[in-house]
């Protein structure tokens, strides 16, 4: 079954941390680059970070030395792969929506309910 499930958002202070999970089962995933992206209220959905199969990484410059994206490959049994990303130095403007996906330029079949990270004193 194709899954996408995302955790581990929450409220959050200036100058906290969080870790966030992504559960995607399915092929289409444990072949492709991911991402996660972020969708402030009032605006538009927006790739914060990305990992290709092999590892290597790309960063949104607004959370570039503050988030790390990794991923655990699928095993062969049930295609299952595991996106984080950990989030240190969080401010207020990070406050949004987060979802994983497939990278820009691979096929995505549908979008996760996403988890809602808040930050706030």
């Known amino acids: 079954q194709v899954q996408l499930v995302e955790s581990g958002g929450g409220l959050v202070q200036p100058g906290g941390s969080l870790r966030l999970s992504c559960t995607a089962s399915?092929?289409?995933?444990?072949?492709?680059?991911m991402g996660w992206y972020r969708q402030a209220p009032g605006k538009e959905r927006e790739l914060v970070a990305g990992i290709s199969r092999g590892g290597s990484t790309n960063y949104a410059d607004s959370v570039k030395g503050r988030f790390t994206i990794s991923r655990d490959n699928a095993n062969r049994d049930n295609a299952k792969s595991t996106v984080y990303l950990q989030m240190n130095s969080l401010k207020p403007e990070d406050t949004a929506v987060y979802y994983c996906?497939?990278?820009?330029?691979?096929?995505?079949?549908?979008w996760g309910k996403g988890t809602l990270v808040t930050i706030s004193s």
């Open positions: 399915g092929s289409i995933f444990s072949s492709s680059a």
């Open positions: 996906n497939t990278a820009p330029g691979y096929y995505r079949p549908f």
